[in-house]
């Protein structure tokens, strides 16, 4: 399994401002997917970022409000942009596992809170 | 859509206690996976379930499958106060990579 780390582990950010999480992992990966954990509820995958071409979003998300870089096959930034109270959540950044299951291997989130 | 239901939501439990969690859907599942997450963590694959009645087993965890392939429980013998986490059960949709529909989850407490 990849060892994969968040950074920052949590942050508490103002309303309006805008936030990068980054997410590396210790193995050269093709797929990152980035998921939202809002409060008492399970994950939602937002979008799932590919390296060379542009990331492709879930129903419901947009590019303008989370932004995604994959400069390489080991890293991968998610923006959350122009933050309000209901951006509050836990981010998550998770790689491939076994393909034909389509399992996956979680970092241990980015824990937001937006005032 | 294919909605995936766990129960119970939460469970409160003594140390020594056997429990029995369960994730149901109106759609047969290609393949299942289950996960825990701790708090302040990201889940963590237990196992995964690919054929019809299958039954495995990680230490004091038994995981069944069911005949029909729609249903899926996790039996914890003898639970410890270190299995306290959000048990989600996940499933891909539509056979794309990446896409995993999660439940709710059970949240377990296990009190020693």
């Known amino acids: 399994s990849a060892v994969i780390s968040q950074k920052p582990s949590r942050d508490i950010c103002q309303r309006g401002t805008s936030l990068t999480i980054q997410c590396q992992v210790d193995s050269q990966v093709t797929m990152m997917f980035w998921y939202r954990q809002q409060p008492g509820q399970s994950l939602t995958l937002i979008a799932t970022a590919n390296q060379g071409s542009e990331a492709t979003y879930e129903s419901g998300f947009v590019i303008d409000k989370f932004p995604i870089s994959r400069p390489n096959l080991t890293f991968s930034t998610l923006t959350v942009s122009n933050m309000s109270p209901e951006d509050s959540s836990i981010y998550l950044c998770?790689?491939?596992?076994?393909?034909?299951?389509?399992?996956?291997?979680f970092g241990p989130g980015t824990r937001l809170t937006v005032l | 859509t294919q909605l995936l239901e766990q129960s119970p939501q939460f469970l409160s439990i003594q140390e020594g206690e056997n429990l029995t969690v369960y994730c149901n859907s109106s759609s047969v599942f290609s393949s299942l996976q289950w996960y825990r997450q701790e708090p302040g963590e990201g889940p963590v694959l237990l196992v995964t379930v690919v054929t019809g009645g299958e039954v495995k087993k990680l230490k004091r965890l038994t995981f069944q499958f069911g005949d029909a392939r729609k249903d899926s429980s996790l039996h914890i013998t003898a639970a410890q106060p270190g299995d306290t986490g959000l048990y989600l059960c996940a499933e891909c949709l539509g056979g794309s990579q990446g896409n995993l529909i999660f439940g709710k989850g059970t949240k377990l407490s296990v009190k020693p």
């Open positions: 998770s790689v491939e596992g076994r393909a034909v299951y389509n399992e996956q291997f």
